[in-house]
T-cell receptor, first 118, second 114 residues
Framework: AQKVTQAQTEISVVEKEDVTLDCVYE???????LFWYKQPPSGELVFLIR??????QNEISGRYSWNFQKSTSSFNFTITASQVVDSAVYFC???????????????FGKGTHLIIQP | SAVISQKPSRDICQRGTSLTIQCQVD?????MFWYRQQPGQSLTLIAT?????????ESGFVIDKFPISRPNLTFSTLTVSNMSPEDSSIYLC???????????FGDGTRLSIL
């Protein structure tokens, strides 16, 4: 069975600090996909990034960066120079290979509540 | 990305009643999913809504409690039956087309049971 663990329930930092959100996953599949979503106080879920199991390249997008390491089954997310608008709950999620074609449902971690203080 | 509309956006219901939530997408999609987010919690997959066949339910969720319809490639409904206060949650619809593609979510239905 697949599982996603976000051990950090809540993180509070002062604006402009860097912050890393941890995600550890478990799956028996060799083909799988990892995602990060953001849920601001308004409640909608915003897709941030996707990684497939064959692509271990790290990615940087503006102030966001992601570190995918299969050896440790981790997919961590770093925000550089955090801003108050980054305050939200961040979810890491996993989907496995779906042999029937199309997409598979997501397994979510419990989320990390990130608070950026001015 | 697809535009997903959920109705109602919120509701307050009496114990023992049922509510049907609608999910409409502005384009044809292969897969539609229903999730539940209990207060302060993460999202849990309820079921995959299959077009033209019965939904596929996850462990802990049953058709009698959460009947789902998917009459075409752009529309699905989730009914929460015989509601109790424990059913107070946000119910979200999501859509996906291909394996590994990110799922996009509707804004959710906030349901409170008195």
């Amino acid at each position: 069975a697949q599982k996603v663990t976000q051990a950090q329930t809540e993180i509070s930092v002062v604006e402009k600090e860097d912050v890393t959100l941890d995600c550890v996953y478990e799956t028996r599949d060799t083909t799988y996909y990892l995602f990060w979503y953001k849920q601001p106080p308004s409640g909608e879920l915003v897709f941030l990034i996707r990684r497939n199991s064959f692509d271990e390249q790290n990615e940087i997008s503006g102030r966001y960066s992601w570190n995918f390491q299969k050896s440790t089954s981790s997919f961590n997310f770093t925000i550089t120079a955090s801003q108050v608008v980054d305050s939200a709950v961040y979810f890491c999620a996993l989907s496995e290979y779906y042999s029937g074609g199309g997409a598979d449902g997501l397994t979510f971690g419990k989320g990390t509540h990130l608070i950026i203080q001015p | 990305s697809a535009v997903i509309s959920q109705k109602p956006s919120r509701d307050i219901c009496q114990r023992g009643t049922s509510l049907t939530i609608q999910c409409q997408v502005d384009s044809q999609v292969t897969m539609m999913f229903w999730y539940r987010q209990q207060p302060g919690q993460s999202l849990t997959l309820i079921a995959t809504a299959n077009q033209g066949s019965e939904a596929t339910y996850e462990s802990g969720f049953v058709i009698d409690k959460f009947p789902i319809s998917r009459p075409n490639l752009t529309f699905s409904t989730l009914t929460v039956s015989n509601m109790s206060p424990e059913d107070s949650s946000i119910y979200l619809c999501s859509v996906g087309n291909r394996e590994g593609q990110p799922q996009h979510f509707g804004d959710g239905t906030r349901l409170s049971i008195l």
